[in-house]
């Protein structure tokens, strides 16, 4: 078979796979590049007219990316309203630095600068969070440097607001990875803060292990609510349904992961707010050093 027949019968089978399988792993790994392979599909269209005229082949393509585009869910996120920032509010900024020291100091200058209130930071790195920031962010909670193993995380907070309510708990088994809820106080109004980094669906037992962990951090939020983490689930894929809250900012043309490979990026990492909330700044940071990209989001009561 020659080649790009072959590629479009590949499409085909992913396509496919990806819709049937779809809360299943390893097809569950394939709905979070839904967008791929939307644009692999326009690819084909174009490959099949330009270079063989086969307009066989190109009508399949049409199909297939009608079919992975259908597939997308309705967009579900709060748009920033610029006009709501001078009003009593707080700048959230979450970031996975992945354990590097370097990157955790870029993401913490970029944070300072874009004046954050609150920092979140997963995959602190073997450090002192008493050696960052100085006094300009007294108020912390850290979750505690994690045993030796792959699957553990670590999430440090640095606030400039006082952060009451303080709760640290383990997720669920076997890796128990920490995650924290905290209170702050804005004009006036309280906001029920949590942080959060379930386990990448890397293996069936991982990626159950990671739909639970959304499970319990559902179950443990209460209205009004703030929701910040690396979920390792992109807006397409079955598990993000789990997930409390409206997303702010756009995530199509965002990335947050494969960072450094802007064509292959994913929007896994989410600042989610409920209902009752409004936002007024969205951004996601430059390149920092780490795998992951730093989220912004200004919130509003």
């Known amino acids: 078979?020659?080649?790009?027949?072959?590629?479009?019968?590949?499409?085909?089978?992913?396509?496919?796979?990806?819709?049937?399988?779809?809360?299943?792993?390893?097809?569950?790994?394939?709905?979070?590049?839904?967008?791929?392979l939307v644009a692999a599909g326009i690819g084909g269209v174009l490959l099949c007219l330009l270079l063989s005229e086969r307009w066989e082949?190109?009508?399949?393509?049409?199909?297939?990316?009608?079919?992975?585009?259908?597939?997308?869910?309705?967009?579900?996120?709060?748009?920033?309203?610029?006009?709501?920032?001078?009003t009593p509010g707080i700048t959230v900024v979450w970031a996975n630095v992945w354990k590097k020291r370097r990157a955790l100091e870029h993401t913490l200058d970029w944070a300072k600068a874009q004046n954050a209130d609150l920092i979140l930071i997963a995959e602190f790195p073997d450090a002192t969070p008493g050696d960052f920031l100085g006094d300009d962010y007294p108020h912390r909670f850290d979750t505690g440097p994690p045993p030796r193993d792959t699957y553990v995380t670590r999430i440090v907070a640095f606030s400039r607001v006082p952060l009451d309510g303080v709760q640290l708990l383990p997720g669920p088994g076997p890796s128990h990875r920490p995650w924290a809820t905290c209170n702050v106080s804005i004009g006036g109004a309280r906001l029920n803060i949590m942080a959060a980094h379930p386990t990448p669906p890397n293996t069936?037992?991982?990626?159950?292990?990671?739909?639970?962990?959304?499970?319990?951090?559902?179950?443990?939020?209460?209205?009004?609510?703030?929701?910040?983490?690396?979920?390792?689930?992109?807006?397409w894929?079955?598990?993000?349904?789990?997930?409390?809250?409206?997303?702010?900012?756009?995530?199509?043309?965002?990335?947050?992961?494969?960072?450094?490979?802007?064509?292959?990026?994913?929007?896994?990492?989410?600042?989610?707010?409920?209902q009752a909330l409004k936002a007024s700044r969205y951004r996601v940071a430059p390149f920092t050093g780490s795998d992951h990209r730093a989220l912004l989001a200004r919130v509003h009561p």
């Open 1 to 36: 078979m020659p080649v790009l027949p072959a590629l479009v019968v590949l499409l085909g089978a992913v396509t496919l796979v990806s819709l049937i399988r779809r809360a299943h792993w390893p097809a569950e790994l394939l709905t979070h590049f839904r967008p791929h």
């Open 57 to 86: 082949w190109s009508a399949i393509c049409v199909g297939l990316t009608l079919i992975n585009y259908g597939a997308l869910p309705a967009p579900s996120w709060a748009k920033p309203e610029a006009r709501l920032d001078p």
């Open 204 to 235: 069936p037992k991982l990626t159950r292990e990671r739909d639970a962990h959304i499970d319990a951090v559902r179950r443990q939020l209460a209205e009004p609510f703030l929701l910040a983490g690396d979920f390792n689930a992109t807006p």
């Open 237 to 274: 894929c079955p598990a993000f349904k789990m997930i409390p809250g409206r997303r702010v900012g756009a995530y199509l043309f965002a990335p947050t992961w494969f960072s450094n490979l802007p064509l292959l990026g994913l929007p896994i990492d989410h600042i989610m707010i409920s």
